[in-house]
């Protein structure tokens, strides 16, 4: 049975750190992503990371955020840095399959305040 589980949301200040964690188990994943879905908007990519290394972000997050993966552990991470209030949001984990299947976590809340 495939698990995706997200931690480390929390609530910190404008300009300030944080560091999202995501397991996942129970298949081969090739590409591993995170998503986030603010309040009355869509969900939309942050940043994803291929088996192999490569990457790609949202403009939005470009230069701020970083995404690495354990492939060891099928863990997925992002240390995001200078937080502003309108990254607050709920972020998803996504991890997909050989099949190109895609399993999604529960989301973790992140809260920038100003």
């Known amino acids: 049975q495939v698990q995706v589980v997200e931690s480390g949301g929390g609530l910190v200040q404008a300009g300030g750190s944080l560091r999202l964690s995501c397991a996942a188990s129970?298949?081969?994943?090739?590409?591993m992503g995170w998503y986030r879905q603010a309040p009355g908007k869509q969900r939309e990519l942050v940043a994803q990371i291929t088996s192999s290394g490569s990457t790609n972000y949202a403009d939005s997050v470009k230069g701020r955020f970083t995404v690495s993966r354990d492939n060891a552990k099928n863990t997925l991470y992002v240390q995001m840095g200078s937080l502003k209030p309108e990254d607050t949001a709920v972020y998803y984990c996504?991890?997909?399959?050989?099949?190109?299947?895609?399993?999604w976590g529960q989301g973790t809340q992140v809260t920038v305040s100003s």
């Open positions: 996504t991890a997909v399959d050989l099949r190109g299947f895609s399993y």
């Open positions: 129970g298949s081969v994943f090739s590409a």
